[in-house]
């Protein structure tokens, strides 16, 4: 993988140096305003702001990998991270930056139209944003921004796991990273002779099992008392679950072998020499629930026709991060900022 002069790699900064910034040039400026219940913090992915009767939920997130169906893609990323509060998505904006070359009106129009169905779908409203031809771009790139709300005892935070709670995984791994390599690696896939059914079953993991945890995160945190919730990403599931784990102060066990690979990103990962743990994975929701309701939320979510599986716990911060591989030895936990998907990009 490339860096730059500075040591930087594509994808999210180091922990280190994002708290170091956060306490440096942001926390000041919350601790003034006593309406911010949720500010910038390693882990929490979305503002709350007390606006009386409810909370205010606030998030934006970019779309830089990819340009197929990238309206699709920057309205769900944007509304998983609110759903993991406990909030409803209501209002969205984007900034829309194109590139000079190969952008044309029907390309544009494919845009809004994506993003305006897939709000619709969630009963979400666009409410405005900006798009411009922008000088030096290769691609597409959107930054949406939305905003949801939650009634205040319905709020869920990424730092509320504890000890004891049981973790749970819904539909397995490396999804939103299938969906982006099937899209956007399609020559090299063909050279190495998979067929072009192969490719589309790829592609299709946008949508199947799908990028998306609107639904199992709403039906979960409607008829159960969810301590945390979070959105594995960059990084993959292994980074996911360190941020609960760091945000929340505590350590975790995981087991592996209760940690679903589909077909697809299993292959994938043998491609491109990626660790399917540590592969961008929108569309897997992580879950902390006290233990002895974990098996009937597990039931609920099946019933619903979500994958869901108990894949550990969560234990004193003194125990660290540690994964129980096949053999049944404990390890720990590797996780990584930075993307395995980066490395063939």
């Known amino acids: 993988m490339r860096r730059n002069p500075n040591n ?44 009386g009767d409810n909370y205010l939920v606030a998030k934006t997130d970019p779309i830089t990998f990819v340009s197929d169906d990238i309206g699709y893609y920057v309205v769900h990323v944007n509304v998983n991270d609110v759903v993991c509060t406990g909030a409803v998505p209501k209002w969205f904006q984007s900034t829309i930056l194109l590139p000079q070359r190969d952008t044309n009106e029907q390309s ?5 139209k994506d993003i305006h169905d897939a ?11 900006h798009v411009e031809i922008t000088a030096n771009l290769n691609r597409p790139i959107i930054v949406g921004s939305l905003l949801g709300e939650v009634e205040k005892e319905k709020l869920v935070k990424t730092h509320g796991a504890r000890i004891g709670d ?23 896939l063909k050279k190495r002779g ?34 945390a919730m979070h959105d594995p990403t960059e990084g993959g599931l292994n980074l996911g679950i360190a941020e609960m784990a760091i945000a929340s102060n505590l350590g975790v066990l995981i087991e592996k ?18 660790n399917p743990f540590g592969t ?12 002895k309701y974990s098996d009937d939320l597990v039931d609920l979510l099946r019933k619903n026709n979500i994958k869901a599986e108990i894949i550990g716990n969560f234990i004193s911060k003194d125990k660290g991060y540690e994964i129980i591989d096949k053999n049944l030895t404990k390890k720990p936990l590797i996780y990584s900022e930075i993307d395995e998907i980066t490395k063939i990009f």
């Open 8 to 51: 930087f790699g594509v994808g999210k900064l180091k922990h280190e140096f994002l708290n170091k910034l956060l306490k440096t040039f942001v926390s000041d400026l919350e601790m003034k305003d006593k309406r911010i219940i949720l500010g910038s913090k390693i882990g929490e992915d979305a503002a709350v702001i007390d606006m």
């Open 108 to 112: 544009i129009e494919k845009i809004f």
């Open 119 to 129: 709000c619709k779908s969630m009963g979400i409203s666009v409410i405005g944003g």
């Open 166 to 188: 049981r973790l749970i995984l819904t539909k397995g791994i490396f999804i939103e990273g299938t969906s982006i390599i099937g899209r956007e690696k399609q020559k090299t």
């Open 194 to 227: 998979y067929d072009s059914e192969f490719i589309k079953k790829c592609k299709n993991y946008l949508y199947n099992p799908g990028i998306s945890v609107f639904k199992e995160a709403l039906l979960a945190n409607q008829n159960f008392k969810i301590r």
């Open 257 to 274: 072998n209760k940690v679903e690979i589909l077909p697809e990103p299993f292959e994938l990962s043998k491609i491109f020499n990626l």
């Open 280 to 291: 961008i994975s929108s569309g897997s929701l992580l879950i902390s629930i006290e233990d």
